[in-house]
Structures are given as structure tokens and as C-alpha cells.
């Protein structure tokens, strides 16, 4: 099945009534290939394209990062927004309501990072465009699908295999960066189990890039 990833499919998704969006999101621990890559970074101006009910926005903002977190749909942004206020971060956080496809943020940041986010555009342009608005020295941190031959079954939020036109492959993201304008530091595939529901887990193909684009 293709999906759109557009702004209907991604309300619906979120729907407190009906979507798909577990109820657990949002109280989950941030992504543990987030925490990895860069808790050795010193906090600056970030920006999480594609943040969701915010738990990696939120995290940094506790790191010290100056976040802005941008998101389609208002549903998520709603939960996130109410987190960020009860941890006492609501200064830290910017919350934007757009679609990344065409979205301009009018400024570039120290670190970019993106978490298994996907609008309807074609992923590997869509990786082209948050890493325009990496500042010079700063960091490119993407997360995402792996594409591999199961890709194509379960959803788009990694449930199962997600749909092939939004996976891709550290190789694949690597080739979109300039060696003349990248230092790629990570570009990983990797395979764990993140809890979901209670004690059950769900198996997640991921591919993350770290590159640090040049001054």
C-alpha cells in the first residue's frame, strides 16, 4: 500500500479517537540513537523536523538546546506543548505547526535532527532538505526506517516493516551528502527492540547518519 504522508493521513494517525498513534507515545524514553549521537554536543540552537508529541524536543530542551520542533499535525503538538510545560521547559521549546515539505524556517541551526519522519515528498529529497538547514560546523542527526526486503509491510511508525517509499538505506542518505560540504561521522543499520504496550516489544530496523557539515 502507498501513503500519502500527507496532512489528512497524519491527523488521522493522530486522532485521539481512532487513529493509529499508540497511546503510549509520549511517554516513552527519547531514541536511544539520539541520546548516543549527541549528548557530547554542546547545547545550541536545534531544530526536530518531524517531532511528533515531542519526547526527543523535549529532551534536548533538558540538555540545554534551544529547540525548534515542527510537526504537521496539531494533535501531537498539543501533547507536546502540555509535557514541555509540566517539565518546566516551555521557554526552550518552540513549537511550529507546518509541512516540511515546504516549510522554510528562515534560519539555520547547530544540530538538525529528524526521528522516522516522512512527508509527502520522496525521502531521500526530503533528507536533502532539513540538511539545508544545518549551520556551518553544525550537526545532521537522521534516524530512520531501514529499507530492507521485508520493507513494505506494517505501518509508518515502526510497527512492523514500514512502507518502502519511506525507508531508506545509510548508504543511500551518505550518497545525498557533498564530501566537499560533509563529514560523515555515523552511518549505521541497526536492529533493536523498543518497548511498546506494557512488556511487549516491537522489533525496529533503523538507519542513522550523523554527518557534520563543514565551516
Not at 525507508?167 to 523498543?194: H, K, N
Amino acid at each position: 500500500m502507498t501513503h500519502s504522508f500527507d496532512k489528512e493521513y497524519w491527523d488521522q494517525h493522530w486522532r485521539p479517537d481512532g487513529g493509529e498513534a499508540p497511546v503510549s507515545m509520549g511517554v516513552s524514553p527519547p531514541n536511544p540513537h539520539l541520546v548516543r549521537e549527541v549528548s557530547a554536543l554542546p547545547p545550541g540552537r536545534a531544530l526536530d523536523a518531524g517531532c511528533g508529541v515531542g519526547t526527543e524536543a523535549i529532551w534536548l530542551a533538558a540538555q540545554g538546546w534551544q529547540v525548534t520542533a515542527a510537526d504537521i499535525a496539531s494533535e501531537p503538538l498539543a501533547r507536546a506543548a502540555e509535557a514541555a510545560k509540566a517539565r518546566g521547559l516551555s521557554d526552550h521549546v518552540h513549537w511550529v505547526e507546518a509541512d516540511l515539505s515546504s516549510w522554510v524556517p528562515g534560519t539555520q541551526f547547530d544540530l538538525v535532527t529528524t526521528h522516522y519522519a516522512h512527508p509527502a515528498m520522496p525521502q531521500l529529497d526530503f533528507y536533502d532538505r532539513v540538511a539545508s538547514w544545518v549551520a556551518p560546523g553544525g550537526t545532521l542527526l537522521i534516524v530512520g526506517h531501514l529499507h530492507t526486503h521485508d520493507t513494505g509491510h506494517g505501518d509508518s511508525c515502526g510497527h512492523g516493516q514500514p512502507p518502502a517509499e519511506a525507508s531508506a538505506t545509510a548508504a543511500g542518505i551518505a550518497a545525498r551528502l557533498a564530501p566537499q560540504a560533509w563529514e560523515i561521522v555515523t552511518a549505521d543499520e541497526l536492529y533493536r527492540t523498543a518497548a511498546e504496550h506494557g512488556d511487549h516489544g516491537i522489533r525496529l530496523s533503523d538507519v542513522v547518519v550523523r554527518a557534520l557539515r563543514r565551516s
